[in-house]
Structures are given as C-alpha cells and as structure tokens.
C-alpha cells in the first residue's frame, strides 16, 4: 500500500490529507484535518516544483509529508510535551524538511497542529 500524503492547505488553513487511488492511478484529497498524530513518517520535495514556486514566486503543493497511518484527533494538545522539535520547510531556503536546522530523514511520530499557527512536531527520541 502506498502512503498517505499530507500537505498544509493555505487557503483553508487545515492540512490535505491524499490518498494513493489505484483506478485513477495517483493521488487523490481524502480529506482535511485540523490535528493529525502520523506514523512512520518520511519527507518528500518535487525539486522542479519549488524551482517553479522560487520563479514565479507563488507556492503551489510540491512538497509532502508521507506516513503510514494517520489518527485524527479534536483536541490533541495533551500529546504535546517540550521534548518535541518543530520540523519546518521553507522552499526559498531550503530545498528540504528540516528539524533544528539540519535535514529531516524519518520520524516514528510526528504531530500535526494546524491552529494558532499551523506547525509539525515531532517526538524527541
């Protein structure tokens, strides 16, 4: 089974969650969440697509966060806990995910908070 993508939705102020549709042979919305816990996650950016973000100087989706499962939460600030690192993108200075600065790889957990500010977290190992 291939993974859920899940990208932060600017106008909507949520996060998208894709899910991979094997008749229509790619990714397809299954919903919008505003607290998401993910697990097994992996990051993925489409390099022409942050060249085409930097040119022309409007974000468009081309960059994910991939996980195995997903669990929906209404209020998920009780899983919240100082250990945790924000992991952050920025297409106009980075051509990755990054957590503290240095190149995100893998995360059992990460948490997704879409208010006041939406943001991604993850568990401190």
Do not use: W
């Given at each position: 089974?291939?993974?859920?993508?899940?990208?932060?939705n600017?106008?909507?102020?949520c996060?998208s969650?894709?899910m991979?549709?094997?008749?229509?042979k790619?990714?397809?919305?299954l919903?919008h969440a505003?607290?998401?816990?993910?697990?097994?996650?992996k990051?993925?950016?489409?390099e022409?697509?942050?060249?085409?973000?930097?040119?022309?100087?409007?974000k468009?989706?081309?960059?994910?966060i991939?996980?195995?499962r997903?669990?929906?939460f209404?209020?998920i600030s009780?899983?919240?806990n100082?250990?945790m690192?924000?992991?952050?993108?920025?297409?106009?200075?980075?051509?990755?995910?990054?957590?503290?600065?240095?190149?995100?790889?893998h995360a059992e957990q990460?948490?997704?908070i879409?208010?006041p500010k939406p943001?991604?977290?993850?568990f401190s190992?």
């Amino acid at each position: 089974m291939k993974p859920f993508r899940i990208y932060r939705n600017l106008h909507k102020n949520c996060f998208s969650i894709q899910m991979y549709n094997t008749e229509k042979k790619g990714y397809r919305l299954l919903r919008h969440a505003q607290d998401i816990l993910l697990t097994n996650v992996k990051t993925y950016v489409s390099e022409s697509g942050r060249q085409r973000t930097i040119k022309e100087k409007q974000k468009c989706v081309h960059a994910f966060i991939e996980c195995e499962r997903f669990v929906e939460f209404d209020n998920i600030s009780y899983l919240l806990n100082d250990n945790m690192k924000e992991l952050t993108y920025n297409p106009y200075k980075q051509d990755c995910f990054t957590v503290e600065g240095q190149p995100f790889i893998h995360a059992e957990q990460v948490v997704l908070i879409s208010t006041p500010k939406p943001k991604a977290l993850i568990f401190s190992k």
